[in-house]
Nanobody, 117 residues
Framework: VQLQASGGGLVQPGGSLRLSCAASGSSFSILYMGWYRQAPGNQRELVAE???????EYVDSVKGRFTISRDNAKNSVYLQMNSLKPEDTAVYYC????????????WGEGTLVTVSS
């Protein structure tokens, strides 16, 4: 399974960005898709996750600002990020959890989001 992420970039505080990630090559259904992020010097943290049924989870720091959505037909996940703050600056990684025997987790290459004036 390959995941291709896009949409990162430089944005001013208060601005918006939309990240996209498409999974391909899977012989199984995708159970969960989501995003982690890692800022310099920090551990990777879960930002948001969405199930195949549409249930969502968010880290507290992005609730009310970020929205995760999914297109099951396209095996794609999106992260709409509004009211961005400098502390949102990080490399964002998308992932997908397969409905295979091991619930294998696949990762995409990161996309850099920089929030700065």
């Amino acid at each position: 399974v390959q995941l291709q992420a896009s949409g990162g970039g430089l944005v001013q505080p208060g601005g918006s960005l939309r990240l996209s990630c498409a999974a391909s090559g899977s012989s199984f259904s995708i159970l969960y898709m989501g995003w982690y992020r890692q800022a310099p010097g920090n551990q990777r943290e879960l930002v948001a996750e969405i199930s195949s049924g549409g249930s969502t989870e968010y880290v507290d720091s992005v609730k009310g600002r970020f929205t995760i959505s999914r297109d099951n037909a396209k095996n794609s996940v999106y992260l709409q990020m509004n009211s961005l703050k400098p502390e949102d600056t990080a490399v964002y990684y998308c992932y997908a959890v397969s409905d295979d025997h091991y619930n294998t987790r696949y990762w995409g290459e990161g996309t850099l989001v920089t929030v700065s004036s």
